[in-house]
């Protein structure tokens, strides 16, 4: 979760339902309410990785990294920080709650909000309710999975959409480089 609210892509749709999933099976020794709280706090440390850098480096290296090589591999570019900026300067420090709820905004809504200097004890309280509520989601997700599946299914389950899920990214594989083709042709 550190990881997802940092600037690495990386959803936490892949950790925190499964982790409620498996906390809801008979036997396990994972806690549904210790898995919000860890990802809420993994979401937070992740969060400060970004408010931090932004605040130390300031607006001209957040940009340079956007642009960079490095920072489109992340899926990060200058539009989408100056995005996150305006977003941040039209809702003031109530847009680092609401961030936390949009995705693509949620890893980079922290970079605004050091690059405004946004009194830290704030920004971690907007921050920690955001992604609590978000991870609050995600968890109810997974208990409700684990309701209408049981374990020895869940594989089954997995297997029988499988096929459907390789479709669908094939074809998002597919409107992508239809994309970059035509920005490319464009150019």
């Known amino acids: 979760m550190t990881i997802e609210s940092s600037f690495i892509p990386f959803p936490s749709e892949i950790i925190v339902p499964p982790?409620?999933?498996?906390?809801?099976?008979?036997?396990?020794h994972l806690n549904i309410y210790?898995?919000?709280?860890?990802?809420?706090?993994?979401?937070?440390?992740?969060?400060?990785?970004?408010?931090?850098?932004?605040?130390?480096?300031?607006?001209?290296?957040?940009?340079?990294?956007?642009?960079?090589?490095?920072?489109?591999?992340?899926?990060?570019d200058a539009q989408k920080v100056e995005k996150a900026e305006q977003y941040f300067d039209k809702h003031g420090a109530i847009s680092t709650f609401i961030g936390r709820l949009i995705p693509a905004v949620r890893q980079l809504i922290s970079i605004p909000a050091g690059l405004a200097r946004m009194k830290f004890t704030t920004f971690a309280l907007f921050t920690s309710l955001g992604a609590g509520?978000?991870?609050?989601?995600?968890?109810?997700?997974?208990?409700?999975?684990?309701?209408?599946?049981?374990?020895?299914?869940?594989?089954?389950?997995?297997?029988?959409?499988?096929?459907?899920?390789?479709?669908?990214?094939?074809?998002?594989?597919?409107?992508?480089i239809i994309f970059l083709a035509y920005k490319g042709l464009k150019k």
């Open 19 to 28: 982790a409620a999933y498996f906390a809801m099976q008979e036997g396990s």
């Open 34 to 76: 210790l898995v919000v709280l860890f990802a809420t706090i993994g979401a937070l440390l992740g969060a400060m990785i970004n408010y931090y850098l932004a605040l130390w480096v300031g607006r001209p290296i957040v940009y340079k990294f956007a642009n960079s090589r490095i920072g489109h591999m992340c899926l990060i």
């Open 133 to 176: 509520i978000w991870n609050i989601i995600l968890a109810a997700l997974g208990y409700m999975l684990s309701l209408s599946v049981p374990q020895d299914e869940l594989l089954e389950q997995i297997e029988y959409y499988n096929h459907y899920l390789s479709l669908a990214g094939y074809v998002l594989f597919a409107f992508i």
